[in-house]
């Protein structure tokens, strides 16, 4: 009998599931749900209106940590997005199990359709592309 896929909604997402997703390889896929993919769209419409307003938004119009009341210029927003991703690759342990990495991907997958995050949709729709094609990163361990 053909297993069913497991179905990301944002919410009744079992520990079971994740394993059999992350270990198992468990086919996976989003909601149809058009209430989720609202919540989705409005929390973007959220994000596109503080930045067109230039209201402050932590890490996107403003600095980060101690800096974070210090706003920035709007022709530096994708430039501070492409430096927190420089700052925040650091290879300096071992690849965590491909288990676990998977695992991170459906939990981060999940969260993003409760439709707080102002992520779009495609984001989402990758994530399931990547696992479904057995298509994850290596990341590295934080090692101290």
């Not at 086919?27 to 769209?41: A, E, F, G, I, P």
């Not at 403003?62 to 927003?77: P, S, V």
């Not at 989402?124 to 696992?131: C, P, V």
Request: net charge neutral.
């Amino acid at each position: 009998m053909k297993e069913k896929s497991i179905i990301l909604s944002g919410d009744q997402l079992t520990l079971e599931d994740v394993v059999s997703i992350a270990r198992y390889y468990r086919k996976v896929q989003l909601t149809d749900n058009k209430n989720v993919k609202s919540r989705m769209n409005t929390s973007v419409d959220v994000i596109s209106n503080a930045v067109d307003q230039r209201l402050p938004l932590y890490g996107v119009t403003t600095q980060f940590g101690g800096l974070a009341t210090q706003t920035i210029e709007k022709y530096m927003y994708e430039e501070l997005q492409s430096n927190l991703i420089a700052v925040f690759h650091m290879d300096t342990g071992p690849s965590l199990p491909l288990e676990v990495v998977r695992a991170a991907m459906v939990l981060r997958d999940n969260s993003h359709l409760i439709g707080t995050s102002g992520i779009r949709q495609i984001w989402n729709e990758y994530m399931i592309i990547f696992l479904m094609n057995n298509v994850t990163p290596l990341v590295s361990r934080l090692e101290h």
